[in-house]
């Protein structure tokens, strides 16, 4: 799997928020009282649980930020599928920048990973289907960017990163303009021709008053799958389709055999457990 992790100018300050966050108003004094300065060491990063590996571009810069002598090798890049107790990384130099760091490098890998993981187990279900796996604006604040890279990392697709890049009706924008037609009037008019629109619908006969306004996609909201499937001929590829809303994985497959475009999930990031992931010093 090929994969851009989102460039360190846009993941460092976030990094360095976490690191302050954690280091306080005195740093590691734990590491500072028994570490010497000077003292090397070197350690494994391992995955205790089986998954998708994600994390180890922001590990390293995390590392570097704490002190740019330790050295962080990668042995399975991010997108890697492993078994538990792989090492899947190994850090060297200065130890005390090894210790200071591990915490959040850890914390890192292990929410990643999980997202990515989670995101793989569903892509296995529904990309046979024809169907593509997306995430949400459902995310931990100020994590979005990396969580929306792990759902790469997983073979899923991303949604709107934020309000500002796509507009997306939902039922209350539809209510403060009084209809699904008027709101759609409002943003077309409002917008340049690079930015689409979604609209979120509830009702097939909704779905209808949205065909005649020229949206470019239509979230189908809560639909199960017979509603979906009539949704998807009333449609008829005029507009991308999207079903979201109590989606399981056990009903994900028939939700995806429906003939919808993609299937948003807000549990790919908001319900993810963290991998176990581990960092024990060696030699």
């Known amino acids: 799997m090929t994969l851009s992790a ?22 590691d004094i734990t590491t500072d009282a028994i570490a010497p300065p000077g003292m ?37 890049p991010d997108g890697s599928d492993v078994d538990p107790g792989t090492t899947v990384a190994t850090v060297s130099g200065p130890a005390r920048g090894i210790l200071t760091g591990e915490r959040v490098a850890l914390n890192l890998l292990g929410r990643l990973s999980a997202i ?23 995310t931990t604040p100020g994590l979005r960017v990396l969580e929306k890279y792990a759902v790469r990392t ?11 890049d796509a507009v997306l009706i939902k039922d209350n924008h539809i209510a403060v303009a009084g209809g699904i037609t008027e ?20 009702t097939l006969d909704q779905l209808r008053e949205l065909l005649a306004t020229g949206a ?6 809560n639909m199960g799958p017979d509603q979906l499937r009539e949704a998807v001929a009333l449609v008829a ?39 176990d992931v581990g960092l024990d010093f060696i030699g």
């Open 237 to 275: 590829g005029r507009m991308t389709t999207e079903a979201s809303g109590g989606v399981t994985l056990d009903n994900l497959a028939a939700i995806a055999a429906s003939g919808v475009n993609l299937v948003s999930l807000g549990f790919l990031t908001h319900s993810a457990k963290s991998l």
């Open 116 to 138: 990515a993981t989670n995101t793989r187990q569903c892509v296995a279900i529904a990309k046979p289907l024809g169907c593509d796996i997306a995430c949400t604006r459902k």
């Open 183 to 202: 709101a759609v009037r409002r943003a077309k008019s409002s917008l340049g021709h690079m930015v689409k629109i979604e609209v979120e619908v509830d």
């Open 6 to 27: 989102p460039h360190p100018l846009i993941i460092e300050p976030l990094l360095r928020d976490a690191l302050r966050e954690d280091m306080g108003r005195a740093g």
């Open 40 to 76: 090397t060491a070197r350690a494994e990063v391992k995955l205790r649980k089986a998954g998708r590996v994600c994390g180890l571009p922001m590990a390293e810069l995390v590392f570097r930020l704490v002190d740019p002598a330790v050295v962080f090798d990668i042995h399975y």
């Open 216 to 221: 470019d996609a239509v979230l189908l909201d």
């Open 154 to 164: 997983g073979g899923g697709t991303n949604h709107r990163f934020g309000l500002d």
